[in-house]
């Protein structure tokens, strides 16, 4: 049975034109001409900043990048075999497929399970809750998803604010309901923002302006609002220093990582979000440098980068966009993007044709080329929502802490190899226990899905939790692969707890096994009841 509420896109426009219906009507006038000109600086602002920021993806982790950036115009070709455009133009394309701006998000996530392209952190845990039947919103909560806060819809959401020139409430709304395929607070509130401040972009000539607007999309109380006010409040004391901002970021959320929170490595939204914000407001609206401090502050620099020169792309519009940079869009302006039939040029006009469809659904008018957009006032009227609040990492245990664990029946020692040595402990046989004692408040077992992966009971204190089934339709490789927090139960009252995993008989049929691959077991404390000790 599939699980979970199914919440349609096109409710946004419903929603934004009953909200609106007793504001005082503004509009902004934009020519087709000069609309197509910033989707066209969009797309390439994207291509841009993650071409001039692959190179030093997570290579600085918790310190900035002090190395050089090499840039020359050729390298934007390899912009079509990326995953941060591949991605989202997977979800335009889903759209043109069914039913446009009405396709239900149920269509989007099942496309984007079945398509061809591996993914990894929260988007594979989305992929994976559609084929065990857990649906939007579920698939994105944090009950199913341990990467709910992760930084995957913050890099998929450009589109929703291309499409939504000028109606930042329309473009939250929509990204709202599409990002809980694979998100849910603070990593819901990322592609809010980003999208927002797209969709503000098209009628604003400063980055610093659409930033501070932008803010007003989500909730000030939660954890990503706050990254990002600490950037404007840094900026405003001292907008020459970016360096002392990111320091704050860095003390307060440079360990908020849940999901790898053993390593300096950071692919939570909020603090990538943050330096997004830190090029924007820190570039003084020069595309390079924007993208050099979002490089330089490190961690996810090529999705930072694309983020924040995709909003310049806008406000400045393609024709501006220095040649040295561009000049080489022209030559592959034709060429599909990996896994998909869409082309730069295809990218730009499908993207002007469903601006203009929610321009004229969102009350504005097209007449003699000339688009009367109806601008929409932006404040967030929703509940806070925060995943795993209060959480961090108590310790963790690794499979060759033997003595930390138990094990029963047959088990197997297991290692990827080719530089990635971490021990793994295997079941070959329905039966086989995997036990152990813990104190804290949560609890994950990091492990990996497989073609062989089978099924599991897992009980908390001798209840049972859940059933968990690691099978999956590709081999894991080494590093990322599909490796992935396989159960989770992060709402445990803080003290003494037992874990025990029991692999069942049962398997899909497709798997060639009963295999459950364990790599650490990580425990987490309330930093509540810490403090207060």
């Known amino acids: ?102 396709t239900p998000v149920s269509k989007l996530a099942e496309d984007f399970a079945n398509a061809e392209f591996n993914l990894c952190h929260a988007n594979l845990q989305a992929r994976k809750n559609f084929f065990d039947g857990i649906m939007p919103p579920l698939s994105g909560a944090p009950a199913y998803n341990m990467h709910a806060n992760d930084i995957d819809f913050q890099i998929e959401s450009d589109y929703i604010g291309f499409i939504n020139p000028g109606m930042p409430r329309a473009a939250t709304l929509m990204a709202d309901s599409v990002g809980r395929i694979m998100a849910y607070g603070d990593g819901l509130y990322g592609g809010m923002f980003v999208s927002a401040m797209h969709a503000l972009a098209f009628f604003e000539k400063d980055a610093k302006v659409v930033v501070k607007k932008a803010l007003q999309a989500i909730p000030s109380e939660s954890q990503y609002a706050k990254a ?39 692919i939570d939204a909020t603090i990538n979000g943050a330096y997004i914000a830190m090029g924007l407001l820190y570039g003084e609206n020069n595309m390079e440098k924007t993208i050099e401090i979002a490089i330089r502050c490190g961690q996810d620099t090529d999705c930072n980068a694309a983020n924040a020169a995709a909003v310049l792309g806008i406000i400045q519009g393609y024709e501006a966009i220095d040649e040295e940079l561009k000049s080489h869009i022209p030559e592959m302006a034709d ?60 310790h963790f245990i690794q499979m060759s802490d033997t003595d930390l664990y138990r094990i029963e029946g047959n088990w197997e020692d297991f290692r990827y ?117």
């Open 228 to 266: 990002i006010q600490t950037v404007i409040d840094g900026y405003e004391q001292d907008p020459s220093n970016w360096r002392s901002a990111w320091q704050i970021l860095q003390d307060r959320w440079g360990e908020s990582d849940l999901c790898v929170p053993y390593h300096p490595f950071n």
């Open 335 to 394: 060429k599909p993007f990996l896994y998909t039939d869409i082309s730069f040029n295809k990218a730009v006009s499908l993207t002007q044709s469903f601006a203009e469809e929610n321009i004229l659904t969102n009350g504005g008018n097209l007449e003699d080329d000339i688009y009367r957009v109806k601008l929409q006032p932006l404040l967030f009227s929703g509940q806070l929502e925060q995943a795993f609040p209060n959480m961090s990492m108590s």
């Open 1 to 102: 049975m599939k699980r979970g509420i199914i919440v349609l896109p096109f409710l946004w426009v419903l929603i934004c034109l009953l909200s609106c219906s007793k504001e005082k009507q503004s509009f902004a006038v934009i020519s087709k001409t000069e609309l197509n000109d910033k989707i066209k600086g969009a797309w390439a602002g994207k291509m841009i900043g993650v071409m001039k920021g692959i190179g030093m993806e997570f290579k600085a982790a918790s310190v900035t990048y002090e190395d050089s950036i090499i840039w020359y115009p050729e390298m934007i070709e390899r912009a079509l075999l990326e995953d941060d455009i591949y991605g989202q133009l997977s979800f335009m394309s889903s759209m043109v497929r069914n039913q446009g701006l009405q």
């Open 417 to 533: 190899g080719e530089g990635d040595n971490n021990l793994y402990k295997v079941s070959t046989t329905p039966g086989d226990i995997f036990e152990v004692e813990f104190s804290g408040s949560g609890i994950s077992v990091l492990g990996s899905y497989n073609i062989d992966g089978g099924t599991a009971m897992a009980y908390i204190d001798g209840e049972p939790f859940r059933e968990f089934n690691c099978y999956h339709r590709t081999e894991a490789g080494k590093w990322n692969g599909n490796r992935q927090h396989i159960i989770h139960k992060m709402d445990l009252a803080e003290g003494d707890h037992t874990l025990r995993i029991v692999v069942s008989d049962k398997k899909e049929e497709a798997s060639t096994g009963h295999k459950i691959y364990i790599e650490r077991v990580i425990v987490y404390k309330d930093t509540t009841l810490s403090a207060s000790k």
